[in-house]
DNA sequence: ATGGCCCGTAGAACGGGA
């Protein structure tokens, strides 16, 4: 027995809802994370999720941000001890949900972009890192089965970058962000993607701009990160690259992990 | 070519995303 759980940045879950349903219904999996919801709480499509025969917690604002996870009601049941945002970091921006599910304790995470190196949202992007780390640490020390899953505006190595010169220096690749990525994988978890073998040049997200796309012009910035008490669990992680070839894409593919059920 | 596209919110040749 096994479940799946993914992540996906949407780009607006109100543009994207019908792509989610579709996707689920023809490829069930068990614990969705969502980012970028665009969506206020009022206007959540609770309604829609639940006849998809998912339970559903969020945490949104208006234009931007916007988080959610989703649970698959018949396999994994609904998310418990659910906590919105990060307790060591007040934040207005909706960036953070995390409930346990099935005995893992899941946080879905839409990191800060960053802008640009020069930009005060740079600093933001370290800073609420730092925090994140601050938060997560003692838990995962503690032996608390977590998986990080969301978009983390990171490339962890040049491996995960299309043309590592074209983004030198830049933010989603720069020293400091690489920095906190590994100091978030230090403190005892797991990169699910790289405990396989995978096709060379694996992408989550492309520019909508110059058929990034279809020249496969793209980076690796949304991860599931698992805690080392689950590593033997993960059977496999892959990218779910089929709905960035559809009408009207989110610029993010999904990435789906599958972990085995707790013996 | 210091831009190309997509989204929300205005009601803007805009801000933000990445």
């Known amino acids: 027995m096994s479940m799946r759980l993914a992540t996906w940045n949407v780009n607006s879950l109100k543009i994207r809802l019908p792509q989610l349903l579709d996707w689920l219904a023809a490829q069930p999996v068990d614990v969705v994370c969502l980012q970028e919801t665009k969506l206020t709480d009022d206007k959540f499509p609770r309604e829609a999720i639940a006849q998809a025969g998912y339970d559903v917690v969020f945490s949104g604002q208006p234009t931007y941000n916007g988080?959610?996870?989703?649970?698959?009601?018949?396999?994994?049941?609904?998310?418990?001890?659910?906590?919105?945002?990060?307790?060591?970091?007040?934040?207005?921006?909706?960036?953070?949900?995390?409930?346990?599910?099935?005995?893992?304790?899941?946080i879905c995470a839409y990191v800060p972009n960053g802008q640009s190196i020069d930009s005060d949202k740079y600093r933001y992007k370290l800073e609420w890192l730092d925090r994140l780390i601050d938060w997560l640490a003692p838990q995962i020390a503690q032996g608390v089965p977590m998986a990080l899953a969301g978009d983390y505006n990171i490339a962890p190595e040049d491996r995960d970058v299309k043309n590592p010169a074209e983004w030198e220096g830049q933010v989603l690749v720069s020293a400091p962000e690489r920095e906190r990525f590994n100091r978030l994988v230090a403190t005892g978890l797991v990169d699910s993607f790289r405990l396989f073998e995978q096709p060379e040049k694996t992408f989550t997200w492309w520019d909508y701009r110059q058929m990034a796309f279809r020249r496969n012009n793209g980076l690796r910035i949304d991860h599931v990160l698992v805690t080392q008490n689950l590593r033997a669990r993960v059977l496999g992680c892959h990218v779910e690259r089929d709905l960035r070839k559809r009408e009207q894409p989110s610029d993010h593919a999904p990435v789906v992990v599958e972990l085995a059920t707790a013996a």
């Open 67 to 106: 988080v959610a996870i989703l649970t698959r009601r018949d396999t994994v049941g609904s998310p418990a001890d659910v906590v919105i945002g990060n307790p060591l970091h007040a934040d207005e921006q909706r960036r953070l949900i995390s409930a346990t599910v099935a005995g893992v304790r899941v």
